[in-house]
Nanobody
Framework: QVQLVESGGGLVQPGGSLRLSCAASEVTLDYIAIGWFRRAPGKEREWVSC????????YYTDSVKGRFTIARDNAKNTVYLQMNSLKAEDTAVYYCAAESVLISDCTTLEYDYWGQGTQVTVSS
C-alpha cells in the first residue's frame, strides 16, 4: 500500500523559493506516476504538475511553467517540486498523489493515493 508524506511547505516572500518533498513508503517509484495538486482557500483543487512512470516525462499547468520543476530521486523514494519566483496566488495547500501505472502522459491520470498536504504561504 502506498503511503505519501509531503514536507517543505512554509511562509515565503514573493519572489522566493521553496522545495516541496513527497516521500513514498512501502513502494518504490520506478513504476509510479506522481502528481502535485494544490487547493487555495475557497477554490477547487487544481492540478499543478506531474511526472510520468514511463520515461519520467514532466508536465506543468500553464501558470507555473518556467517557475516550478518536478523531479524524482528513486534512490530516496522521493519526488520534489522546486518552486521558484513564487507569487501570492501560489498560496495553497499542496498535495502529492500517486498512481501505480506505467504511462508516459500523466496529465489526465486519476490518482488513488494522496498525502496529507503541506501549507505554502506566499506573503510579504
Amino acid at each position: 500500500q502506498v503511503q505519501l508524506v509531503e514536507s517543505g511547505g512554509g511562509l515565503v516572500q514573493p519572489g522566493g523559493s521553496l522545495r516541496l518533498s513527497c516521500a513514498a513508503s512501502e513502494v518504490t517509484l520506478d513504476y509510479i506516476a506522481i502528481g502535485w495538486f494544490r487547493r487555495a482557500p475557497g477554490k477547487e483543487r487544481e492540478w499543478v504538475s506531474c511526472i510520468s512512470s514511463r520515461n519520467s516525462n514532466t508536465y506543468y499547468t500553464d501558470s507555473v511553467k518556467g517557475r516550478f520543476t518536478i523531479a524524482r530521486d528513486n534512490a530516496k523514494n522521493t519526488v520534489y517540486l522546486q518552486m521558484n519566483s513564487l507569487k501570492a496566488e501560489d498560496t495553497a495547500v499542496y498535495y502529492c498523489a500517486a498512481e501505480s501505472v506505467l504511462i508516459s502522459d500523466c496529465t489526465t491520470l486519476e490518482y488513488d493515493y494522496w498525502g496529507q498536504g503541506t501549507q505554502v504561504t506566499v506573503s510579504s
